[in-house]
Nanobody
Framework: VQLQASGGGLVQAGGSLRLSCTVSRRTGSNNGMGWFRRAPGQEREFVAAISWRGSNTQTADSVKGRFTIFRDNARNTVYLQMNSLKTEDTAVYYC?????????????????WGQGTQVTVSS
């Protein structure tokens, strides 16, 4: 299973980006998926998760109301829509496939990870 994340870049504070993560095969369509991020010198942080049907989502308090996770199983792709970006959102963002049908805020519940995409928010 391979995950390909894309959509990162440089954006000014208040701007928007949409991250995409495509899973190489249909394994991911029955699994929850999630997004995590790691800022320089910091621990990996949960951002958002979604169940395999897309009916259940979780978002971290730090991004609630600004970030939205959704998926298109026909395209084996999960998205992270990021609005009202802040400088503290600067990080490498990773997508991951969960072991089960639901997403989780714990990285231990994921067994496949993408390579990461850099998001930089300037002031």
């Amino acid at each position: 299973v391979q995950l390909q994340a894309s959509g990162g870049g440089l954006v000014q504070a208040g701007g928007s980006l949409r991250l995409s993560c495509t899973v190489s095969r249909r394994t991911g369509s029955n699994n929850g998926m999630g997004w995590f991020r790691r800022a320089p010198g910091q621990e990996r942080e949960f951002v958002a998760a979604i169940s395999w049907r897309g009916s259940n989502t979780q978002t971290a308090d730090s991004v609630k109301g600004r970030f939205t996770i959704f998926r298109d199983n026909a395209r084996n792709t999960v998205y992270l829509q990021m609005n009202s970006l802040k400088t503290e959102d600067t990080a490498v963002y990773y997508c991951a496939v969960a072991r089960g049908s639901f997403g989780s805020s714990s990285y231990k519940d994921y067994n496949y990870w993408g390579q990461g995409t850099q998001v930089t928010v300037s002031s």
